[in-house]
């Protein structure tokens, strides 16, 4: 006899308490393998493919896509052991493993094939909400405007909808995707049956799929709302208790960068990879804290006490669809301008893609945050909590300077530090924004570190 085993949300780590559902990479009544992934989540840092410990077949799904599930909520309910048509490596004891990049071992291909579904000597899942029901074929229809034909009853379980955005786009307008029927493959629903849905009223003003449209005109006239979720309302948290905690201050000085620029590009003519400006600036960062160690700490409310960290883990701000993120580059007192040129890019890479691990977003130490690709100048960042410092880096622009006692064109940028009070005073604040801005207006001063 199959047994019946059910797979719950894991804990992500790092404080988080609920995940998104984005995609479901399987079916009811698919088989899969131990540790083969099941389902794509979004967290308020990243986003991540969900493995499962169980092999076997796929007896029940738990919520739908764009639903939000607290951890230790059911994902999905396996049966594994005689009878379930499992993989021949399957093991009903699971491998324990829950997480893509947390010792989960993915070098097995995942297999994805459909099997009867297992109805016989299978006890029902107990779970506190009801499982997700497979959908029973719909019939293709011939063209997009058959989908304002809504069936009778509403349809049970999830909708066969193409993709996450589509599902957006009908919870954004008010459309009852239940209502519709759609034109692709097995009634999938696409896009084209979503537009020809809002389109309805104009034609068949009785057509029940926008009844919402009132509602949701009235809402309009009030102004759109948008949830504070996923990165935007982890931001929004830990910004307000940055704010909240931290007594912060900036202090500011501009620097001719003009020599750092040559420098740069006297590196970059040799063969050999690419060095950026932002992992030169990192590298005068890391020298500068070696210097002025009390900004690179945290206070312990708790214990009221300045803990002073002994690595360097540098966070840089990076702008992406999902939102601005702050991925961490460990142990950078130990990288030189190459390797942390490698490092930003891969990061940069990944935070581009969704697919940092939320690992890759904490643990920072300090944060240097490049807003001149913003094309703005100075900035007073607010301060990553919990950490107790934050230099800022405007666009590097030719302006007219007093060189050598003569009024020359070079090339400015405006250096900020914004950082918290309580960890030091101005002058040690004051003293490493100064040595920063001495190595970026003469490299050189940075040798007698090295």
Known sequence: MPQVM???????????????????LVAVGDVVAIDQPVVEVETAKAMVEVPCPYGGVVTA??????????????LITVA????????????????????????TDHSRPARR???RPVTADVSAPVAPVAPVAPVAPVAPVGSAAAAVAAPPAAQAGPVPVISPLVRKLARDNGVDLRALRGSGPEGLILRADVETALRAPESAPAASVCAPAAPKAAAAAQGERIALKGVRGAVAEKLSRSRREIPDATCWVDADATELMAARAAMNAVDGPKI??????????????ARYPELNSTVDLAAGEIVRLPAVHLGFAAQTER??????????????????????ARLTELARAGKLAPADLTGGTFTLNNYGVFGVDGSTPIINHPEAAMLGVGRIVPKPWVHDGELAVRKVVQLSLTFDHRVCD???????????????ESPAVLLRSL
């Open 6 to 24: 059910e797979f719950k949300l894991p804990d992500l780590g790092e404080g988080l308490t609920e995940a998104e559902i984005v995609r479901w």
């Open 426 to 440: 101005g002058g040690t604040a004051g003293g490493f924004l100064r040595y920063v801005a001495d190595c970026v």
């Open 61 to 74: 799904r738990f919520g739908e896509e764009g639903q939000e599930l607290p951890v230790g909520a059911p």
């Open 276 to 289: 950026s400006v932002l992992a030169l600036l990192a590298r005068i960062c890391t020298a500068a804290l």
């Open 113 to 115: 094939r459909r099997v």
């Open 323 to 344: 939102g601005l993120m702050v991925p961490v580059v460990r142990d950078a007192q130990g990288r030189d301008a190459q390797s942390l040129s490698a490092e930003f």
């Open 80 to 103: 594994v052991g005689a009878g379930a048509a499992e993989p021949p490596e399957a093991e009903s004891a699971g491998s324990g493993n829950v997480l893509v990049g947390y010792g």
